[in-house]
């Protein structure tokens, strides 16, 4: 049994801010955990733009705090997503996320990330594996 507080990652390599530096994000449940999926808390911070394409990974994000603006770039359909709104990228799908507030949500991924990801040039994260254990 794994008992991890959002506390006990502040400040370790687990708390993890974007290089463009849009978002902050602590890995609650990673890769390394062998669990299937990861978890996170992530803040996208007021008045910037996250644009992302999870090629390698579905997502689900359940907003807890703020408000965001999400464009499907698929369908070009815009979405106001505040407190209690989930949305899942069942299809891949590119995406722009434009908080007018800070927006803290809590994501879960499948893969699970490593916690080393950044988005790329195309807002992707890579396929990111952790080594098997050895016995």
């Known amino acids: 049994m794994i008992v991890r507080s959002l506390a006990d990652i502040e400040g370790t390599d687990r708390d993890v801010r974007s ?4 978002w902050r994000s602590k890995r609650i449940v990673l890769a390394k955990e062998r669990v299937g999926f990861s978890m996170h808390e992530t803040v996208l911070y007021a008045g910037t733009e996250t644009n992302m394409w999870y090629a ?3 997502e689900a994000v359940l907003c807890v705090e703020g408000e965001a603006e999400l464009t499907d770039h698929e369908t070009g359909q815009t979405h106001l997503i505040t407190p209690g709104t989930l949305y899942l990228l069942d299809g891949h799908e590119r995406h722009t996320l434009r908080p007018k507030t800070d927006f803290r949500c809590v994501c879960v991924f499948n893969p699970p990330v490593t916690g080393r990801e950044d988005h790329d040039e195309n807002g992707v994260y890579p396929l990111l ?3 098997e254990p050895t016995a």
């Open 56 to 58: 390698n990974h579905y």
């Open 129 to 131: 594996t952790e080594p």
């Open 19 to 22: 290089e463009s530096g849009t």
